[in-house]
């Protein structure tokens, strides 16, 4: 009963390649958001969708692509993947944009060769 | 732009001292500050957060202060103990938009 589920935890590739991350979260809630730590433990949010409808894009490049077929779902594309995209990705969830906490998903550790 | 400075980014104290860990924004519309901890390996979960119209919130061994004129917020420990070694996140919201996370504070309880 996971309330922020990503799959997969972890992700080894190839630089190059394509490669998605799911997220689902089963607490109704309206905002989804994807975040990037870096190796300095650094949490800097990509992106943020209320009701399937994207609302924040921090200047990350175009080959991540995130898609949300509905309020419980904000899944995580990227393409053409690179050294420096190796980092744990986080997604998040809170009731709506403003005063209320995120939940935090257990992370995908994504290893780039 | 938008940014949260916090500090110190490593702290080290004695089983049973106290632990206060300072941050400062820099966007006067933030009116939401949580607090995020963060044990190795896992994910960031909330310890305690207060809105801009509260100057401060206790929660047990737990304190938030925040100043809005001087745009500066603070988490306080008390007695300290191992379980709370953990990596420990500032964040300011402004107009609900996005929430923006200071860079860490690595504590290390000592026994």
């Known amino acids: 009963d996971t309330a922020v589920s990503q799959t997969p935890k972890y992700l080894v590739t190839q630089m190059g390649n394509d490669k998605s991350i799911k997220c689902e979260q089963n607490l109704g809630h309206d905002t989804m958001y994807w975040y990037k730590q870096d190796s300095k433990k650094f949490l800097k949010i990509m992106f943020s969708y209320n009701n399937k409808e994207l609302i924040i894009n921090e200047t990350v490049p175009n080959r991540f692509s995130p898609k949300s077929p509905d309020k419980a779902h904000l899944n995580l594309h990227i393409n053409s993947l690179e050294l420096g995209d190796s980092a744990v990705y986080f997604c998040?969830?809170?009731?709506?944009?403003?005063?209320?906490?995120?939940?935090f998903g257990d992370g995908t550790r994504l290893s780039i060769l | 732009g938008e940014n949260v400075e916090q500090h110190p980014s490593t702290l080290s104290v004695q089983e049973g001292d106290s632990a206060v860990i300072k941050c400062t924004y820099s966007?006067?519309?933030?009116?939401?500050f949580p607090w995020y901890k963060q044990e190795l390996g896992k994910r960031p979960q909330l310890i305690i957060d207060i809105r801009s119209n509260v100057g401060e919130k206790k929660d047990q061994r737990i304190a938030v202060t925040l100043n809005k004129t001087a745009k500066h917020f603070s988490l306080h420990i008390t007695e300290t103990q191992p379980e709370d070694s953990a990596v420990y996140f500032c964040?300011?919201?402004?107009?609900?938009?996005?929430?923006?996370f200071g860079a860490g504070t690595r504590l290390f309880v000592k026994a």
């Open positions: 998040a969830s809170s009731p709506k944009t403003d005063l209320t906490p995120q939940h």
């Open positions: 964040a300011a919201t402004a107009g609900g938009f996005k929430t923006i």
């Open positions: 966007d006067s519309a933030s009116n939401y």
